[in-house]
């Protein structure tokens, strides 16, 4: 079983990535994926920003623009946020708490077809008449209305990659829980592992709401219900709820992993121990919690009333609490520390200020007086892109820096990650600081022109010329991608130099089964306590042993592949064309046939030998 | 995690202690079959006795229901055992959500 160690060829290469259960490939692949939606996403916003450079612009229709919006916040979202994040959860979660791989790495392949097959879905709507074009939100008022298959593709789209994302959670909550080392007790995990932790919780609490909203929308779209039809006694507003009771626990899904990564980085860069650990472990439960009692801040001006506004604008607000016990941590980190400017802790030290503004208009909005007036301006998508952009993506360039070594084996330029950074952070502000004050002013989101002679046209000239520097940076990035697989410079363990947890323990990229020997684990910053007595690795906690490890296999993909399959035979089947239900049924077929193999078929994986262990060991393969 | 202290096979432990362990493992969960079947005889009751309204039957129902549900979990699936505390956990969270969404859901929606 020492194949792995040998080249391959392409074709077999894509075979493994195709069959693989090992969670260190998974990530790999949330991360291309995620990283290619990315930039579809990237240039729907790039087409935005071109239309509403100037005035009365005719760039793009009112129409094809409704659809361009609607898919950039869907993409960002649902397809290249999420499972950025999850590349990094997988990637890295598993490593920090010694585990060699998450509970169940078939399911984990599952959630990344999953995904993937929803998002490619979601996205061939371009080429059957028209994508979605409701708004990212899709609230049922205007979706009910919206002709063609757009939105249809958004809810069987949507339905698909969000079952991957919720098996996915739950695969992470059952690892954290079972799989930790010896003597990895809950309050001796690395902050990024706790912020998992948390996120698939809020994953797990959060998407059936969603999973229940989309599929009344599905019954009311293709088979004729009446649950959002007014006129037939249904109620549109039952969607809005539905949809935030998922949305803003959703957004906390996304900025609490961002918030995980950030605490890994301000300790190595400092290197000094994360200041108030067990606050900020607290602080993140406490996020977690609260982030259900809030949704309908989202819907202060649908009528609820003054009493639930109010009790919905103060738990709002409280929210704030736990954030800044957060950013305080994070300073007093910093502080006193010897602080390294790599590139990682360039985002990390513009992550702060950039995130509070996004905090502070946060509350802004939450005075649920005050959101009369804001509310659907540009002032909440100023406020919105503060915390998802200063905040998530932030993150997820400073991740891609940090951990690159540890999953690919090479380092990224620093200086071009520097570059990258500098032409985003200035983009990024010039885009969206700007946009707080045209909504202030007036300007309403969601339009797609406006007239000259307003007083909008500088602001969204600069706005635009913002989302070039943004545009830039990210083929910075790209080139500086490139240029180092091209380059191919191996690094060793700790490439930082300053590593404290048990990922950096470990060769980069790990081998397969991550540890030879589970670590012995002593204290928070484990491999950091180590390196302090003056060892080189981490103690054993077992004697050497055959490893127990999962086979590969091709069915995740084709259970997958099925319910693509499915989704066209369904969304086709209202204009009822002949071969829709076949193709339903062949979709359903394979998925069922796929999962029937599953379960009759014994698999019980394969066992490294403890000779092959001591073997690697003389040729040079560390563990 | 599980109920492993319970049947752990371990041959350390005493077995004098395991059988006494279980004998009272098994009254408990006796008298609360006992208990549950006489819950659902009131819930029948409630409904055959003529004289209530329902809008007391079926709040008593949905009472004696939880009742129900809280026997099922703590005596038959061992939650009261120790190594159950995630499961607790997330449990009690999932409830709590739950109810606040259906809360919100019967106060202000306007249907
Ligand atoms: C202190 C923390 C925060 C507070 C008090 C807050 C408050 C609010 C409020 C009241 C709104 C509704 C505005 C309106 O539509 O009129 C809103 C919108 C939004 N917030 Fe936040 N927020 C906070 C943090 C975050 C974070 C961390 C994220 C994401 C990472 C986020 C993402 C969003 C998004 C995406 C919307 C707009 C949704 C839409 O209508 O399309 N917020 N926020
Ligand atoms: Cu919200």
């Not at chain 1, 080249?7 to 894509?14: S, W, Y």
């Not at chain 1, 626990?249 to 860069?269: H, N, Q, T």
Request: hydrophobic share 55%; charged share 10%.
């Amino acid at each position: 079983m020492s194949t792995y160690a040998q080249k391959k060829g392409f074709g077999a290469t894509i075979w493994d990535y195709l069959t693989t259960v090992d969670h260190k490939k998974i990530a790999i692949l949330y991360l291309i994926a995620g990283g290619l939606f990315f930039v579809v996403g990237g240039l729907e916003a790039v087409f935005i920003r071109i239309q509403l450079a100037v005035p009365n612009n005719d760039f793009v229709s009112a129409g094809l623009f409704n659809e361009i919006i609607t898919m950039h916040g869907t993409t960002m979202i649902f397809l290249a946020a999420m499972p950025l994040v999850f590349a990094f959860m997988n990637a890295v979660m598993p490593l920090q708490i010694g585990a060699r791989d998450v509970a169940f790495p078939f399911v984990n392949a599952l959630g990344f077809w999953l995904f993937f097959f929803g998002g490619v879905f979601l996205n061939l709507s371009w080429f059957f008449d028209g994508a979605p074009d409701a708004g990212w939100t899709s609230y049922a008022s205007l979706a009910m209305a919206s002709k063609g298959h757009g939105v249809d593709f958004y809810v069987l789209g949507l339905q698909i990659s969000g079952l991957g994302t919720l098996i996915g959670g739950i695969n992470f909550l059952v690892t954290i829980i079972n799989m930790r080392a010896p003597g990895m007790t809950y309050m001796r995990m690395p902050l990024f592992t706790w912020t998992t932790f948390v996120t698939s919780a809020l994953i797990l609490f959060a998407f059936p709401p969603l999973t229940v909203g989309l599929v009344l929308m599905m019954f009311d779209r293709m088979f004729g219900s009446n649950f959002f039809v007014t006129t037939m006694g249904g109620n549109t507003v039952i969607w809005e709820h539905l949809f935030w009771i998922f949305g803003h626990p959703e957004v906390y899904i996304l900025i609490l992993p961002a918030f995980g990564i950030f605490s890994e980085i301000f300790p190595i860069f400092s290197r000094k121990r994360l200041f108030g650990y067990s606050s900020m472990v607290f602080a993140t439960v406490l996020i977690g919690f609260l982030g259900f009692m809030v949704w309908a801040h989202h819907m202060f001006t649908t009528g609820l009333g003054p009493v639930a506004n109010a009790i919905f604008a103060v738990a709002t607000m409280a929210i704030g609490v736990p954030t800044g016990i957060k950013i305080f941590n994070w300073l007093l980190t910093i502080w006193g520390g010897s602080v390294k400017f790599t590139t990682p802790m360039h985002w990390a030290l513009a992550f702060i200020p950039s995130f509070l503004a996004g905090g502070v208009t946060g509350v802004m909005l939450a005075a649920a007086a005050a959101d009369y007036q804001y509310h659907d301006t540009y002032f909440v998508v100023a406020h919105f892109h503060y915390v998802i952009v200063g905040g998530v993506v932030f993150a997820i360039f400073a991740g891609t820096h940090l951990y690159w070594p540890k999953m690919f084996g090479t380092m990224l330029s620093e200086t071009l990650g520097k570059i990258t950074f500098w032409l985003f952070f200035i983009g990024f502000h010039m885009t969206f600081f700007i946009q707080h004050f045209l909504g202030l002013w007036g300007m309403p989101r969601r339009v797609f022109t406006y007239l000259p002679g307003q007083g909008f046209e500088t602001s969204n000239l600069i706005s635009s010329i913002g989302a070039a520097f943004m545009s830039l940076a990210v083929i910075v990035l790209l080139y500086n991608i490139i240029m180092t697989s091209v380059k191919n410079v191996k690094v060793g363990n700790d490439p930082w130099g300053d590593g404290r947890t048990l990922e950096w323990s470990l060769p980069s990229p790990p081998p397969f089964y991550n540890f030879k020997q589970l670590p012995l684990v002593r204290g928070l910053d484990a491999y950091w306590l180590e390196k302090m007595d003056g060892k080189k690795g981490m103690t054993p906690a077992e004697p050497l042993g055959d490893i127990h490890m999962p086979n590969s296999s091709i069915l995740p993909f084709v259970i997958a592949f099925g319910l693509f399959v499915a989704a066209f035979g369904a969304l086709f089947n209202m204009d009822d064309k002949a071969w829709s239900v076949p193709v339903l049924i062949i979709g359903l077929l394979i998925t069922f046939g796929a999962m029937f193999l599953r379960s009759v078929k014994d698999d019980h994986g394969f066992h490294i030998h403890k000779e092959e262990l001591i073997d690697d060991e003389d040729k040079g393969v560390k563990a | 995690m599980a109920n492993s202290q319970l049947n752990s096979g371990n041959p350390r432990v005493d077995i004098e202690y395991r059988r006494k362990k279980s004998a009272e493992e098994m009254r408990h969960q006796v008298v609360s079959f006992a208990l549950m079947i006489f819950l659902t005889l009131i819930a029948f009751a409630a409904v055959a006795i003529k004289g209530f309204s329902a809008w007391f039957i079926v709040p008593f129902i949905l009472l004696l229901a939880v009742v129900q549900v809280i026997f099922q979990l703590y005596y038959f699936m061992h939650m009261s055992h120790k190594g159950h505390e995630a499961p607790s956990m997330f449990l009690y969270s999932g409830l709590l959500v739950g109810l606040v969404t259906v809360l919100a859901f019967s106060t202000i929606i306007w249907w």
